[in-house]
């Protein structure tokens, strides 16, 4: 069964420093993979996807994504991160069709 | 033009109780989703409805009834309440069911059972 893991759970940055969130999966084949971004008292908005082709993903807000499948790994990352990117984190794979499977999350605290 | 809703944002019930969660989503989408975020963040399927029938029912108690009348609406009826079904529930939607489709999620309801 198609797994996936955030090792962080919780990550602090100072506002303007680079940000790297790592996401690690269990998937056979190439997988699609997705970054979503929960903050506080919200639902969960799309950051990026990845589906196939270049391995460097573009999202919103300043976010890229780079799938490494000898890694087994999509790790997120932004070059400056601002206040407003406070928020929860997840990775998540499908798992069958649109049975999504995600990770536990990574809680972004932006110092300022 | 909120694009998935949810009503109530916040509920808060007795042990026992029976309540429901309406969800409704105005982008024309096909699909349909539960989702439980428990107190750790961990987010897990309940069920997902494909133009009004039901594609996905993950190990869920009985006890949780989804009802989808039109491919707009899917609502959640929670009978006799427990203790463990705190959490908060999110609703979602999608164009379809290919695994490329993005969900769409909204803003959650925080079910709170004393």
């Known amino acids: 069964a198609q797994s996936v893991t955030q090792p962080d759970i919780h990550i602090t940055v100072s506002e303007g420093a680079s940000l790297e969130l790592r996401c690690n999966y269990s998937?056979?084949?190439?997988?699609?993979l997705f970054w979503y971004v929960q903050s506080p008292g919200q639902g969960l908005q799309l950051l990026l996807k990845?589906?196939?082709?270049?391995?460097l993903v573009q999202g919103i807000k300043g976010f890229e994504a780079e799938f490494k499948r000898s890694q087994s790994s999509f790790n997120l990352r932004k070059p400056s991160v601002h206040w407003s990117d406070a928020a929860e984190y997840f990775c998540?794979?499908?798992?069958?069709?649109?049975?999504?499977?995600f990770g536990p999350g990574t809680r972004l605290s932006v110092l300022p | 033009d909120t694009a998935v809703s949810q009503t109530p944002k916040y509920l808060v019930t007795q042990m026992g109780n029976d309540k429901s969660i309406k969800c409704e989503q105005n982008?024309?989408?096909?699909?349909m989703y539960w989702y439980k975020q428990d107190s750790k963040k961990f987010l897990k399927i309940m069920f997902s409805?494909?133009?009004?029938?039901?594609?996905i029912n993950e190990t869920v108690p009985n006890r949780f009834s989804p009802k989808s009348p039109d491919k707009a609406h899917l609502n959640l009826h929670i009978n006799s309440l427990e203790l463990g079904d705190s959490a908060v529930y999110f609703c979602?939607?999608?164009?379809?069911?290919?695994?490329?489709?993005?969900?769409?999620f909204g803003p959650g309801t925080r079910l709170t059972v004393l």
């Open positions: 979602a939607s999608s164009q379809g069911l290919a695994a490329t489709d993005t969900q769409y």
């Open positions: 998937y056979g084949a190439t997988p699609y």
């Open positions: 409805y494909n133009n009004k029938e039901l594609i």
């Open positions: 998540a794979v499908p798992s069958g069709g649109q049975n999504f499977v």
């Open positions: 990845y589906f196939s082709g270049d391995t």
């Open positions: 982008l024309g989408h096909d699909t």
